[in-house]
């Protein structure tokens, strides 16, 4: 089935197609400025010739009037001229010219007078080669000058003007679609490396990268742009083997512990004390739960792109208040109401990690305060954080060693969880020194 060529044009690679447009347009403007071109210095030869011819008519006619006529008429550039009394007769010639038939008859005389422009006439009929331009002029007592000139030079020239034009502009255009061809192929060669590049990371290791091309064109750009959104591609799934190696990390040690238990109380059950086996293996379970929350709660933000999973106003004093008040130790400052937008589980949890940390933390007392514009500070006195901590302890996973002595110690995702979801709600978070302890400050854009 022969498809259409709309189609066909469409399935041609992109250096055809380009290559061909361009020659095209350049095939349709050579020949259409040969044509002008040719046209313009026709007309501007014929007017040449037409003004001179005029000149030697004009000439002829004042020696007529003049009654000055010789014969024969000379005329230095070959100008044929007859003269025709009123009866028709030609009465003087140049020399070589015919002096029984006018050039023109009567009434082509009387016709190109009235158009008063110059007439074309083939010559060969007179014996004259080729064609002429003809001039007619009335001169006094009825005479006309007729003056002719063969333009077959004129002519050659043109034809071989028209036939260098037409050998040449082909050759040109053959020329141009050849560089084309050869400056797209070059182009076109580094997208063709970027593709068999892109199509090599598929198949081998990662960390690969497109090749990037030495000129600082598009084709770069597209290069160096691909290549920053494969790293960070590389950087997600870093972040995600990573974050999957330690979550297994920290299962290992409660499973193993939940088994020494179990295989120790059932090795020996003699003597075994089941109720505190069972209290070992649920403190270990809960571990495990709350390890399993925190890594929930996570994905969950990653999922979510950095907005909370609600935008509703939140009374964060109630939030503060009944949190605290789970904490019996903890001195309350609240100033109300706070209103703040997102999601007051999410805050709710913030709130809840901070007070876990001070509290597991502190020597005596917790300070919890909330301002009007919306800045809530937890403050306790136990070792606080060293300067130089205070942004890793935000990492995933991250412990200082004092903390993972602790048995009450989570896996390091409380702090981690406290920051993203801050950021989440638009605001930030900021360990101080409160010397002695810690000062945890969450600043949230209050709602008014
Ligand atoms: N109030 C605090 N005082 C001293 N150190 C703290 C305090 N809060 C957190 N830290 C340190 O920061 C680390 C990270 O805290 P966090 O992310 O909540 O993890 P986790 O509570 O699971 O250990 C803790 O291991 C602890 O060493
Ligand atoms: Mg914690």
Not at 174 to 201: C, F
Not at 242 to 255: I, K, M, N
Not at 321 to 350: M, S
Not at 354 to 370: F, Q
Request: a neutral charge; one cysteine or more.
């Amino acid at each position: 089935m022969a498809d259409s060529p709309l189609l066909w044009w469409r399935r041609q690679g992109l250096r055809f197609r380009l290559t061909m447009a361009a020659a095209a347009v350049l095939a349709l403007a050579l020949a259409l400025s040969a044509s002008v071109l040719l046209s313009v210095l026709d007309r501007a030869l014929m007017d040449t010739v037409d003004e001179s011819v005029g000149q030697q008519a004009q000439a002829v006619r004042v020696a007529a009037d003049a009654g000055t006529l010789t014969s024969p008429i000379t005329t230095h550039d070959g100008t044929v001229v007859q003269v025709i009394d009123a009866q028709g007769r030609i009465t003087h010639v140049t020399y070589g010219a015919d002096r029984l038939v006018p050039l023109l008859d009567a009434r082509a005389r009387a016709k190109v007078l009235r158009d008063g422009r110059a007439t074309q006439l083939d010559g060969r009929p007179y014996a004259l080669p080729g064609f002429l331009r003809v001039v007619v002029l009335s001169a006094d007592r009825g005479q006309t000058v007729v003056a002719a000139r063969p333009i077959n030079e004129i002519r050659t020239s043109l034809g071989t003007a028209g036939r260098v034009l037409l050998v040449g502009t082909p050759a040109l255009v053959v020329l141009l679609a050849v560089a084309s061809w050869i400056m797209i192929g070059r182009t076109l060669h580094p997208i063709a490396a970027l593709r068999k590049g892109a199509a090599d990371i598929t198949h081998t290791a990662r960390s690969r990268r497109l090749p990037v091309p030495q000129s600082r064109d598009e084709v770069h750009s597209l290069a160096t742009t691909l290549n920053g959104m494969l790293a960070r591609l590389e950087e997600a799934e870093q972040r995600q083997r990573a974050l999957v190696s330690d979550a297994a990390h920290e299962l290992r040690s409660p499973l193993a512990s939940i088994r020494l238990q179990l295989e120790v109380a059932l090795g020996h059950p003699e003597g075994q004390d089941w109720q505190e086996t069972a209290e070992g293996v649920l403190e270990d379970a809960m571990r495990l739960s709350r390890l399993a929350e925190d890594l929930l709660a996570l994905a969950r933000l990653d999922e979510r792109g950095g907005v909370p999973a609600r935008n509703e106003p939140v009374d964060l004093d109630e939030v503060v208040r009944q949190i605290a008040d789970r904490y019996g130790e903890a001195r309350l400052t609240v100033c109300d109401p706070v209103v703040v937008r997102g999601d007051a589980l999410d805050l709710n949890r913030v709130l809840t990690n901070l007070m876990d940390n001070a509290v597991r933390h502190t020597t005596s007392k917790v300070e919890v305060a909330l301002t009007a514009d919306g800045v809530l500070t937890v403050t306790d006195d136990g070792p606080g954080i060293p300067e130089q901590d205070r942004e890793r302890v935000f990492n995933r996973f991250t412990r200082l060693d004092s903390g993972r002595s602790r048995d009450e110690g989570g896996a390091g995702l409380g702090l981690a969880i406290v920051r993203e979801t801050v950021r989440a709600h638009g605001g930030t978070v900021a360990l101080e020194d409160a010397s002695p302890g810690l000062r945890v400050v969450v600043r949230l854009p209050v709602s008014r």
